[in-house]
């Protein structure tokens, strides 16, 4: 081995001892031959092969909630903001059917209607406190018709001052959608780099969704409210995950380790390299 792979191999002898952003190499190693993990972690790793249409559904759903709420409040776009509103509750509702185990040709049957789809959700599921939104959704039903010109209910009768309850919606869905109980941790964990469920409340912790946070704690009480029972269950239940989700903190503090461990190593590259000069001119 010549010169420079010698130092190659330095280096990377060096990052291998290196902890990871949230554990220990030995937590790490505890943690994953735990048997409960092997056993969750597998039924998650089945169950998420089984169910691409329900996860595909349910970012869709995140994406419009977070994409109307900007178009509300900070853009002030209330027809496409409002509109983008129901259609994310479609989404949801539809995730909540297809939790349930319907098909994805089945949710299709209800189309845009969403107080059938939130009736149907009530069917399938037996949660009575889905009923308590029945007047909002109809509601929703008319935001959706409000992009015509010729709609009898424009966006701006509406304003922002619905977003409330379309958060405290939101929030319930999130937290109430039927999963099996051994997958229920990636509601909160996301699973693999928070990635295998981008829920709203792992895109409020997780380091790759940091954009996502301003946008969806704006004037959002439901959220605000409860941030830290939420990053609570967010920093537990990511722990199910082989590769759990890190913070932006805990990323840019792994980051930082690992540029140390590279600057030890070029500055002792460097020492050698000088002293090896002083050695050959002597």
């Avoid at 691409?52 to 409040?73: N, P, W």
């Avoid at 509702?93 to 049957?109: D, H, P």
């Avoid at 709203?200 to 301003?214: E, Y």
Wanted: charged share 25%; hydrophobic share 35%; net charge negative.
């Amino acid at each position: 081995m010549d010169q420079i792979d010698t130092k190659q191999m330095d280096l990377l002898e060096r990052l291998a001892r290196v902890d990871g952003p949230i554990e220990t190499q030995t937590e790490t190693a505890n943690r994953i031959s735990d048997p409960n993990f092997v056993r969750t972690n597998r039924e998650t790793r089945l169950w998420l092969s089984h169910n691409g249409d329900l996860r595909a559904m349910h970012e869709i759903a995140v994406e419009d909630y977070v994409t109307s709420r900007h178009a509300i409040l900070d853009l002030g776009i209330l027809r496409t903001g409002l509109a983008l509103a129901a259609q994310s509750i479609e989404k949801f509702l539809k995730s909540y059917l297809l939790a349930s185990g319907l098909t994805i040709g089945e949710t299709r049957q209800h189309s845009h209607r969403i107080v059938d789809l939130l009736e149907k959700a009530h069917e399938r599921t037996g949660q009575d406190h889905l009923l308590d939104y029945s007047g909002f959704c109809e509601n929703l039903q008319k935001w959706y018709n409000s992009r015509y010109p010729d709609s009898n209910d424009p966006a701006l009768r509406w304003m922002r001052n619905a977003v409330p309850e379309f958060d405290r919606f939101v929030c319930f869905l999130e937290e109430h959608i039927p999963l099996p109980t051994d997958i229920e941790h990636l509601k909160f964990g996301g699973g693999d780099l928070g990635h295998s469920w981008s829920s709203i409340f792992v895109r409020l912790f997780g380091d790759t969704f940091s954009q996502h946070r301003a946008a969806l704690l704006s004037e959002n009480g439901a959220l605000i409210t409860r941030i830290a029972e939420f990053e609570t269950r967010f920093l537990s239940d990511r722990l199910a995950a082989g590769l759990p989700a890190t913070t932006l903190r805990e990323s840019r503090e792994h980051s930082q380790r690992v540029e140390a461990i590279i600057n030890e190593f070029q500055n002792d590259a460097q020492q050698a390299d000088a002293a090896d000069r002083d050695q050959a001119d002597s």
